[in-house]
């Protein structure tokens, strides 16, 4: 069965330092990944897909992931972490490229302090 | 240019009742998804429109619901004889025609069964 993993319920980080924020999966074909972020009262915003290609993709607001079969993770990353980037984040999948649904992860509260 | 909208943001009800919930998609896309988010958990599949079809309705936990995007755009989505447990944000989400997986969510509608 196909699923994602966010093992980390919460990850807190100092303003200007980089964060990670993990994902791992789990799917028979080829992954196709996904990284959402949900600010308060707003709805989820699309940040950044893996389909093919590099496995480092980058998308908005400076953040980037890695694509990592052997290990099968697509780890969310930032260089320098701003405080407006708390937020939940959510990592999703799709199995190959079926036009439905996206299978999403439990999501990850980014706290950033200043 | 206006984003997803959904209505009610908010609805109360009492366990037995009938409740409709509307999305209202970006123009143009031919795509729509609906998806059901508990407190704490990640979105949840539950049907998905191409076009004035259902192409995958997969992801409706019963016959008690049931969805229809009769001319291509709206959607309705519709749970009969609601349960406490269906208390949940219900989330709808549009996008262009193909898979992308860019989907572009609204706000959601906060259903509370009593």
Do not use: M
């Amino acid at each position: 069965a196909q699923s994602v993993a966010q093992p980390e319920d919460q990850v807190n980080v100092a303003e200007g330092n980089p964060l990670t924020v993990k994902c791992t999966y789990s799917v028979s074909g080829n992954p196709y990944l996904f990284w959402y972020v949900q600010y308060p009262n707003r709805g989820l915003q699309f940040l950044l897909k893996y389909i093919t290609g590099d496995n480092l993709v980058k998308g908005s607001y400076g953040f980037e992931a890695e694509f990592n079969k052997s290990q099968t993770s697509f780890h969310l990353k930032k260089p320098s972490a701003l405080v407006s980037d708390s937020a939940l984040y959510f990592c999703a999948l799709n199995y190959g490229g079926s036009q439905g649904n996206l299978i999403f992860g439990k999501g990850t509260k980014l706290s950033v302090k200043p | 240019g206006a984003g997803v909208s959904q209505t009610p943001s908010n609805k109360v009800t009492e366990k037995g009742k009938y409740v409709e919930l509307r999305c209202d998609p970006i123009s143009g896309h031919t795509a729509l998804y609906w998806y059901r988010q508990s407190l704490g958990q990640g979105p949840e599949f539950l049907i998905y429109f191409q076009g004035t079809g259902a192409a995958d309705d997969s992801g409706l936990p019963n016959d008690r619901f049931f969805a229809v995007r009769p001319e291509g755009s709206v959607s309705t989505l519709k749970i009969q004889r609601t349960e406490r447990g269906d208390s949940a944000v219900y989330l709808c989400a549009s996008a262009r025609g193909g898979f992308t997986g860019e989907l572009f969510f609204g706000e959601g509608s906060r259903l509370t069964v009593l």
